[in-house]
Antibody
Framework: EVQLVESGGGLVQPGGSLRLSCAAS????????MHWVRQAPGKGLVWVSR????????SYADSVKGRFTISRDNAKNTLYLQMNSLRVEDTAVYYC???????????WGQGTMVIVSS | QSALTQPPSASGSPGQSVTISCTGT?????????VSWYQQYPGKGPKLMIY???KRPSGVPDRFSGSKSGNTASLTVSGLQAEDESDYYC??????????FGTGTKVTVL
């Protein structure tokens, strides 16, 4: 079965760190660009970051640039998001998404919740 | 990068059509034919419904169609069914490896 499964979310204090993981299965992970997208409670989707297939290039939304780092381990079929200097406004469900044709996100995980609160 | 503008809600009776707009700028929607649409049920991850403005992935009913004119893209759901009641989001490539989503529209089947 083709799927993405996120993990690593939880409660963290402002200024803290967290690393999210996204395990991919059912497709050739190493050939796809991958993204992180987040959704604050009751709000819309916001693109966070992406990496190309071999992590040669990465890109970030301005709101997380310098604090978040996207990476991948193609041998383990896993995508990561290292989140440092977390802020209350980073509270959201974080989804990993597969980059498809024409800049679309053609597959999504079920999400993992990150709560930043003191 | 500002979010694309969608109406907060739209509704229609079963069998009718509903159209959702997605307005951006010449730097995103108007500048690229890379507009996609997503359906999201509460508590679930989004599902791709339309990509490259008008194309449907395999398995998406042909009741769903997309279009674009200038800086505004649209999603039309024809022959509304109860299971179409959901949140819908547009997305566009915005250059320099950036992507932007719409504000989201809740579709209600009356």
């Amino acid at each position: 079965e083709v799927q993405l499964v996120e993990s690593g979310g939880g409660l963290v204090q402002p200024g803290g760190s967290l690393r999210l993981s996204c395990a991919a299965s059912g497709f050739t992970f190493s050939t796809y660009w991958m993204h992180w997208v987040r959704q604050a409670p009751g709000k819309g989707l916001v693109w966070v970051s992406r990496t190309n297939s071999d992590e040669g290039t990465t890109s970030y939304a301005d709101s997380v640039k310098g604090r978040f780092t996207i990476s991948r381990d193609n041998a383990k079929n896993t995508l990561y998001l290292q989140m440092n200097s977390l802020r209350v406004e980073d509270t959201a469900v974080y989804y990993c998404a597969r980059g498809g044709y024409a800049a679309a996100f053609d597959m999504w995980g079920q999400g993992t919740m990150v709560i930043v609160s003191s | 990068q500002s979010a694309l503008t969608q109406p907060p809600s739209a509704s229609g009776s079963p069998g009718q059509s509903v159209t959702i707009s997605c307005t951006g700028t010449s730097s995103d929607v108007g500048g690229y034919n890379y507009v996609s649409w997503y359906q999201q049920y509460p508590g679930k991850g989004p599902k791709l419904m339309i990509y490259e403005v008008t194309k449907r992935p395999s398995g998406v009913p042909d009741r769903f169609s997309g279009s674009k004119s200038g800086n505004t893209a649209s999603l039309t759901v024809s022959g509304l069914q109860a299971e179409d009641e959901s949140d819908y989001y547009c997305s566009s490539y915005a250059g320099s490896s950036n992507h932007v989503f719409g504000t989201g529209t809740k579709v209600t089947v009356l």
